[in-house]
């Protein structure tokens, strides 16, 4: 079975600190996604990653940003975070055959509090 | 831009009942179609994933069908159980190996 972890399940961070989110998958796959999901706008791609030290932008990158240095781990870094920021963190993975992903796998979620 | 509608928002049946669960998308250049299922405070836990080229998808007592040409997906539960209350998320795959979301139907099974 897929295994996506995420580091933790519940965070409370004060606003202007500085915020990691780690993600780590078991299953060699080569796209690893960040999502955040929030009541009535539901999920909302922010960055994802299809290899080792690549990024591309989602639809809401600001006030993010994103390091893949090995393949299984996937963090996403608030720079400075801002109560508009307190959300649910999903982070998922999916392999890529011939250029289409397979099927997408998530973590447990992270729920993040800025105070 | 692709959009995803999944009406109703939520559903609420009796125990045993056989019930499907709707998805519609405005492209139907998509390369597959994922439904998940999400309990409160919970991650999602993928169900099944239908490629472009395929039809429907079976599993247990689930089943999804494709009809790329009308943009619409169908979820079937069987017999449905108390612990198929959940809420249900399609999401289609585009370009760029990304996923477009609904949002979701809330589906409440009454014993």
């Known amino acids: 079975d897929v295994k996506v972890t995420q580091s933790s399940r519940y965070l409370v961070k004060r606003t202007g600190e500085k915020v990691f989110l780690e993600c780590v998958q078991d299953m060699d796959h080569e796209n690893m996604f960040w999502y955040r999901q929030d009541p009535g706008l539901g999920l909302r791609l922010i960055y994802f990653s299809y290899d080792v030290k690549m990024k591309e932008k989602g639809d809401i990158p600001e006030g993010y940003s994103v390091s893949r240095e090995k393949k299984e781990r996937f963090s996403l870094i608030l720079e400075s975070a801002s109560t508009n920021q307190t959300s649910m963190y999903l982070c998922?993975?999916?392999?890529?055959?011939?250029?289409?992903?397979?099927?997408?796998?998530f973590g447990p979620g992270t729920r993040l509090t800025v105070l | 831009k692709q959009e995803v509608t999944q009406i109703p928002a939520a559903l609420s049946v009796p125990e045993g009942e056989n019930l499907v669960l709707n998805c519609s998308f405005t492209d139907s250049a998509i390369y597959n179609l994922q439904w998940f299922r999400q309990d409160p405070g919970k991650g999602l836990t993928s169900l099944l994933l239908i490629q472009s080229s395929q039809r429907e998808q079976t599993s247990g007592r689930l089943n999804a069908s494709l009809d790329k040409s009308s943009g619409r997906s169908t979820l079937y539960i069987a017999a449905s159980q108390p612990g198929d209350s959940a809420t249900y998320l399609c999401?289609?795959?585009?370009?760029?190996?990304?996923?477009?979301f609904g949002q979701g139907t809330r589906l409440t099974i009454n014993p």
């Open positions: 998922a993975s999916s392999l890529r055959r011939q250029g289409k992903s397979g099927a997408q796998y």
């Open positions: 999401a289609v795959g585009g370009g760029a190996q990304k996923l477009v």
